[in-house]
């Protein structure tokens, strides 16, 4: 990387944070203990197997799509610079290409959404949802350990929604919190030099305190978006507004408490899902990942 890619990618980290540049991160409340490795050295070997791309496809009537890490509404092509690498991401563009993949696929009976995600941004998963929503065929999500925030509001237009008693759901909240720099630069000498143009066009920099107006401003939108993710909640899942803003504190609950509130249909978990999709198109499934 020569001087001036190098300066580029500095300035674009100083920004990244910027209110009116970034937008609103949906809330990651319950952060998963387990890494990735370990979480599968524990998945059984006839998951696993079937969990395996297929080359194949033609013998398919069920398309599978994984839902995994945090979820953005695209994903560069070259995911190595430092703003993407070493994160799991998902594209909320990827999957609404995959469900009308499945949509004009003759062989495709049903979709399954594989979700294993503590969420993203708010667009991302609402075009997710708008997508599932127009499929003409069922779709079935599936959470593992983690359906929360952005990738929950994602599925709530699911036919069906599985998870374990024991998965993390729900999480409907709002945050865009972040670190500032203001001390650390003042102890390395460094000097922030506002030029903008624009009262609020460095709201939100990390290296700058915020303002009580500019503070005021994000607060107002996170509450825009956190009154917009529970009437979704509420009209996708059928429930009363108000029992989902009982519980829209952006914390998460268990599987078995999720469902008993409707925000999942069933305990159950790929064989049960696998289940649910032969009664529903009358034929065994073969799922294509």
């Not at 297929?54 to 945090?70: A, P, Q, R």
Request: aromatic share 8%; with cysteine.
């Amino acid at each position: 990387m020569n001087h001036s890619e190098k300066k580029s990618l500095e300035f674009v980290h100083k920004h990244r944070r910027k209110f009116y540049a970034v937008g609103i991160l949906i809330l990651f409340f319950v952060m998963s203990i387990t890494s990735e490795a370990v979480y599968d050295s524990f998945k059984p070997d006839t998951v696993a197997s079937e969990y395996s791309e297929s080359e194949d496809t033609s013998s398919c009537n069920v398309l599978g799509i994984n839902l995994h890490g945090d979820l953005y509404t695209y994903v560069p092509e070259s995911n190595d610079d430092e703003l993407m690498s070493n994160k799991d991401v998902v594209g909320s563009e990827e999957i609404m290409g995959s469900l009308e993949t499945a949509e004009n696929d003759e062989n495709i009976k049903a979709v399954i959404v594989e979700v294993d995600s503590l969420g993203g941004y708010p667009v991302a998963g609402e075009e997710v949802a708008n997508a599932i929503k127009a499929s003409t065929k069922p779709v079935v999500a599936f959470i593992r350990q983690s359906g929360t925030s952005a990738a929950y509001w994602a599925i709530t237009t699911a036919d069906q929604i599985f998870a374990s008693k024991n998965s993390d759901v729900g999480s409907i909240g709002v945050t865009t919190s972040y670190l500032e720099n203001v001390s650390k630069n003042e102890k390395e000498g460094l000097k922030y030099v506002q030029l903008s143009a624009g009262k609020y066009k460095d709201a939100g920099s990390p290296d700058k305190s915020l303002t009580d107006e500019e503070k005021a401003l994000i607060i107002r939108d996170l509450k825009i978006v956190h009154e917009n993710f529970i009437q979704d909640v509420s009209t996708n899942r059928n429930i009363p507004i108000e029992k989902i803003r009982a519980i829209a504190d952006g914390s998460s609950i268990l599987g078995a408490r999720a469902k008993e509130l409707g925000l999942i249909d069933s305990i159950g978990g790929y064989a049960e899902v696998k289940n649910y999709i032969e009664e529903k198109i009358g034929e065994k499934p073969e799922v294509c990942w």
